[in-house]
């Protein structure tokens, strides 16, 4: 007899991570994982450098300083606050305070891929739950809730799409669930976001009992390789979550960049700003080219590639591979001949433009 894992453990599909790899002599341009091209705030940067001098310590357990920070930049109260080694594990977190074995797990068919995952760590069954348009459908996802449905996951935005859902849509969404479902709005983009109907759902939180809203540092904060991450949520569901996290889970680095980089509004702004127009740009180059874009709110932009012989998604990967420009493949996500691209510096953008434009212009098949 060999040890056997949990039921549903086999079912994963390890994560496969945006590349970081280009060929030798050219310059790379890692376009692949959402990353913030202008870095993290000096401010974050010099926390980083002072949390050096004492890694003897263990960190604060219950990351009070982050917490107050963070509710200090959004006017929630700490209390309602969990933090995390990256948003990912709070995810992880939700599914093991929340699902017994057999429980359905719902998000939509080109939902985040870690939600798959944690519902088959957690022996739960996905349910996938086709969109519209590439965007997430409120009506399929009611109609996808059974007695055994215990979590929604929902990424607003969401990733690789770009695409969200206005507040009411997610309102009408809460409204319809069972009490007992928890529905959990992931926000790693939501600071990105720039329209009217658009709310990260804080205000949802405070007057419903089962909607965790998570937060990240990896995206606009440009801390990605720190993990930290964060959930808002109604008290009793941050009393259960305290008692499945992890003692330290959020290292003394992380704590320090965290608090730097939440209070520096103006290094988000820049980041901000810099997103907004290069996402235009880079929207509209490609629509130009005859590419089409799926509509985004991100940091990030969908680019759809011709089902044609030398101008398929997986050569416009090989092709801007060779040139150090680092898109990601996104097979995984339900779209076979589509690349994702992040909003880069000013340099990374052109060249890419540059080089699909090369690339579409091309006589077949060189
Ligand atoms: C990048 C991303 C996250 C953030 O994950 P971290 O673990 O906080 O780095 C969460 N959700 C989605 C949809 C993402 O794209």
Known sequence: MLPQPKPGIMNIDIYVPGKSRAPAGVKLHKLSSNENPLGPSPKARQAIIDSASHPELYPDGSASALKEAIARAHAINPENIVCGNGSDEILSMVGQAFLEPGDEVVFTEHGFLVYRIVAHSCSAVPVVVKETDECADVDAILAAVTDRTRIIFLANPNNPTGTYLPIDEVRRLQAGLP??????????Y???????????????ISSCNNVIMTRTFSKIHGLAALRVGWCYAPRRIVEILERVRGPFNVNGTALA???????DRGHMERAIEHNDKWLARLTQAY?????????????????????????TASDADAFLTGKGLILRAVTGYGFPNALRMTVGTEEANTAVIEALGAFMAKPDNL
């Open 287 to 311: 629509g130009e080219m005859g590419l089409r874009v799926t509509p985004s709110v991100g940091n990030f932009l969908l680019v759809h590639f011709p089902d044609e012989p030398g101008r």
């Open 257 to 263: 960049a965290g608090v730097a980089a939440i209070q």
């Open 190 to 204: 939501a600071e990105y976001v720039r329209r009217n109907d658009y709310e990260s759902g804080i205000e949802l």
């Open 179 to 188: 009490g007992n479902v928890i529905l959990v709005l992931d926000g790693a």
